[in-house]
C-alpha cells in the first residue's frame, strides 16, 4: 500500500490520477445526460395503459366557441364532456372555481353577476359526443393548435405554419407536436418508449458500478 501510495505521487502516478479523474467526471455527465432523457420519458406517462396519474381532475376547453368542462377518467380520455352553465359553477369544488377564474377572468366575472350565457350549437354537440371517451391531451392538443383566420395567411403566419409539417397536416389539425404525440402512444411507440427506459436504467446502473451513484 505504500509502495501504491509513492507511486501515485510520481509524475507518472500523477498523470494517471488525473486520466482517472478525467474519466470519473466525464461518466458523470455522461449519467446526468442518460438521466435527463429518462426523466423527460418517464413525465409522458406509463408505457401500458394503466391508471391516469390525474384521474378524477376537471378540466375547462373551448370546443366550437363553447366553453366547456370534462372530468379526466381513470384512463386518461374525456369523461362526460358538457357546456359550462352557472348552475355546474355554482356546483364545482372552490379549487376548481379558482382554476377557472384564472384561467377565464371574464367569463369568471360575467357568472358572479349572473350574466354568463352560451350559443349552444349542434357543432358542438356533435364534437362533444366524438370527444368522449378520448384521450384528452390528443384532443386538448387538437382543440389549443394554431390557426390562422384565412388559409389564404397559413404561409405568411410563421408562427403558425411552423406548428405543422405541411399545409395538408394543418388542414387535418395535425399539429408536429400532436403527430409526435400519437406516435409515442401508440403501441409500437409504447413499446419504443419502454425499451428505451430499460436501456437508460441499464446504462445508469453500469455507470453507479463503476463511479459511484453519487454525484
Known sequence: MKNFEQFLSTPVGKQITKMAERHVAERKVERQSY??????????????????????ELRFVKMEGVLSLYTVSDTGTVKDIK??????FKGMEALDQAKFKEAYPAEAMAMEYGAFTQ???KDFFTSAVVANNADYREM??????PKV???????????????????ED????????????QQENSVDG???????????KGKIEEINTEVGSGE
Not at 140 to 145: A, G, K, V, W
Open 35 to 56: 438521466q435527463e432523457e429518462l426523466n423527460s420519458l418517464l413525465s409522458k406517462g406509463s408505457t401500458s395503459h394503466s391508471v391516469a396519474p390525474n384521474r378524477g
Open 83 to 88: 357546456p359550462l352553465t352557472l348552475d355546474t
Open 119 to 121: 350559443d349552444l350549437n
Open 140 to 145: 386538448e392538443m387538437y382543440l389549443n393548435r
Open 149 to 167: 383566420d384565412n388559409d389564404l395567411q397559413y404561409h405568411q403566419n410563421l408562427e403558425v405554419s411552423s406548428a405543422y409539417d405541411s399545409f
Open 170 to 181: 394543418y388542414k387535418k389539425g395535425l399539429t408536429k407536436e400532436l403527430k409526435v404525440y
Open 190 to 200: 409504447r413499446i419504443q418508449r419502454q425499451n428505451r427506459i430499460d436501456e437508460l
